[in-house]
């Protein structure tokens, strides 16, 4: 059996990926500061693996076959810059340290799309839908911690014997959120549809954690066989909007005026194609599928 190591495994995202994993047949280890993991895991751990002690130790502990790291401060101004950006960066540093190692096969981190750059009054996209060869513009100290993660990640596929790569997850929808519970931001899902002001501001992306942990799951699958370093989009098939987003994009982001014509339909400003060829994984699930009011 496959022993996989999640952080994070009792935020939005690490909930649902323990589940999905177990029910592939993994052994999860879960490790969070927090309660709230699944019972699907097998074991579970506190610790500060900003702390590269005790990231030396879980590894050591457990010896996984692979590790999916989502530990992180997870939204953009909800600690000080600089607390997210230290902690953020020295998470995705030491988790990927200690796994390459001691001799972890493969290491998924997580990453976002904020890196592209999204939510200053100047950016304007290159192009639409966005994917994983767009220019990225951090602007601020989570979409920056992300980049970095991200270079880290690289930097270790090339120096080490450890297969990596990256996700970068649209804005993670949890099972419960669909039925009516409060959303990272306080409010709700149907809000955010009947507000375009609320999902504009990430250009109505968003996926549900249960497709996202279904990519992480595929991902695993296939680390053996992709290039180490690889960064995917993950992403619904549709966008969160009840409108086709060539014409809401241009309103609610002025800036996206030239290249939103190109999203046809309902098409999402972000594009999973890359996952969808290389790894043979598509989203599932939608908002008009799973929102309790649809």
């Known amino acids: 059996m496959t022993r996989t190591l999640v952080t994070g495994s009792a935020g939005r995202l690490g909930r649902s990926v323990v589940t999905a994993l177990s029910q592939a047949g993994h052994e999860v280890i879960g490790i969070d500061t927090v309660a709230g993991t699944p019972a699907h895991a097998a074991a579970t751990m506190p610790a500060d693996l900003a702390d590269l002690g005790e990231a030396y130790e879980v590894m050591t502990r457990f010896r996984p076959d692979n590790v999916v790291h989502l530990a992180a401060i997870a939204t953009p101004f909800s600690r000080t810059e600089g ?3 230290r902690t953020n960066t020295q998470l995705a540093f030491n988790v990927c340290e200690a796994a390459a190692a001691t001799g972890v096969g493969g290491v998924v981190v997580a990453s976002s799309p904020t890196v592209i750059g999204y939510g200053t009054p100047a ?6 839908p966005i994917d994983e060869e767009h220019p990225t513009e951090p602007w601020n100290a989570y ?12 930097t270790f596929a090339r120096a080490s014997a450890t297969r990596f790569a990256a996700v970068r997850p649209c804005y993670v929808v949890a099972p419960e959120e669909w039925e009516g519970a409060p959303t990272q931001q306080g409010h709700t899902m149907a809000e955010r549809l009947d507000r ?3 999902a504009g501001v990430s250009l109505f992306n968003y996926i549900d954690a249960r497709d996202a ?3 992480v799951a595929a991902l695993l699958d296939r680390l053996s066989v992709i290039p180490s370093g690889e960064v995917f989009f993950a992403g619904a098939a549709d966008a969160l909007a009840r409108a086709p987003l060539a014409e809401l994009l241009p309103e609610v982001v002025p800036t996206t005026a030239a ?3 190109a999203l046809t339909g309902n098409a999402p400003a972000f594009t999973s194609a890359k996952a969808e060829r290389l790894l043979g994984w598509t989203a599932k699930r939608s908002w008009r599928t799973e929102l309790a009011e649809a």
């Open 83 to 85: 607390v997210t950006f």
């Open 123 to 128: 950016w304007t996209p290159r192009y639409l």
């Open 143 to 154: 979409s920056l911690s992300k980049q970095v993660a991200e270079q880290v990640m690289t």
């Open 196 to 198: 375009p002001e609320l």
């Open 213 to 215: 942990s279904d990519l």
């Open 259 to 261: 290249a939103a014509p």
